[in-house]
């Protein structure tokens, strides 16, 4: 107990006589985690809306009038990436497009037989699917044309893979940066004490006793710095999730807007900033006292 009492002692002084870097320390680490947990939010997201957009792509498959509908129905259930379909026969196509043209519907009246034949609107769970079921579908004898939003499917598919390479080097970029400012700042802490600390060695103070102030204090920042940056997380999220709901309420329905999420992901954020620090602060302290104690 009384060892622990020591080394808090010296933690603490570690902290006052280098509160300037322990401040710039801290500020640094709170922003690149902030970026970190904003970054990450955003990924998310996008991932949401993209996988809200991908489950609404569908392709419209439309038969020759001597197919089988049964038949062909239970092939294309079959191919891969297919996550459900809807059968709508002549009748069922008409009335969708007499909906879909409200006050203009008249103008269907001079078409005369319904021209429309039975087809399928067919989901699939992604975009990276629909190029090779809508070749397959072209290739079956039963199908007469199919029609899909290529160009959206492609714009999607791209969409998708960039922001997941963004969010992958933001990521990166935030946690080399984090870890080197916290290594920096114990490695300078260490290296105004190196007299002192081979002292401490040579009078009996065990590597563990020596290390453990610089390594709290490291680790200490960093939480400091992660619960901040949770904090303006929570600030900047929520306001601007209530403003989008309002301008743009049909975007705010794929965010993630419960709190009970976001707060576990700030907690999480703040234990992984702890983290982040310990590990630094262990690497830089265990490397530095091993070489200012070696023997001469």
Not at 51 to 57: I, N, R
Not at 64 to 78: C, G, L, M, W, Y
Not at 176 to 188: E, G, Q, R, S
Not at 201 to 229: D, H, N
Request: hydrophobic content about 50%; aromatic content about 8%; some cysteine.
């Amino acid at each position: 107990m009384t060892t622990f009492k020591y080394v808090l002692r010296d933690m603490f002084r570690l902290l006052f006589n280098h509160w300037v870097l322990g401040l710039l320390t801290l500020i640094t680490a709170g922003v690149m985690l902030w970026i970190l947990g904003i970054t990450t939010l955003f990924s998310l997201n996008l991932e949401n809306l993209l996988s809200q957009l991908e489950s609404e792509l569908m392709v419209q498959a439309y038969l020759k009038p001597d197919a089988n509908v049964n038949d062909t129905s239970e092939k294309i259930q079959a191919l891969d990436g297919v996550s459900s379909m809807r059968i709508f026969s002549p009748s069922d196509s008409l009335n969708k497009l007499q909906q879909k043209l409200g006050s203009q519907a008249r103008v269907l009246d001079v078409l005369g037989e319904n021209p429309i034949p039975w087809n399928f609107e067919i989901h699939v769970n992604s975009a990276g699917y629909i190029d090779n079921l809508v070749n397959t579908l072209r290739e079956m004898p039963e199908i007469d044309d199919v029609v899909y939003a290529g160009l959206v499917v492609k714009r999607i598919a791209s969409l998708s893979m960039i922001s997941s390479r963004v969010a992958l080097i933001m990521f990166v970029l935030s946690v080399i940066i984090t870890a080197l400012v916290v290594y920096n700042t114990i490695h300078i802490s260490l290296y105004s004490r190196r007299e002192e600390i081979s002292i401490m060695y040579l009078v009996g103070a065990t590597k563990a006793y020596i290390a453990t102030p610089f390594v709290l204090e490291g680790t200490l920042l960093s939480l400091i710095g992660a619960m901040a940056a949770a904090a303006g997380i929570i600030m900047a999220y929520f306001p601007g999730i209530s403003l989008l709901e309002t301008s743009m309420p049909l975007l705010a329905k794929t965010l993630i807007t419960d709190h009970g999420t976001i707060l576990r992901f700030c907690i999480l954020l703040a234990g992984f900033g702890a983290t982040l620090g310990w590990v630094c602060s262990y690497i830089v302290v265990a490397r530095f006292i091993s070489l200012n104690t070696r023997p001469e």
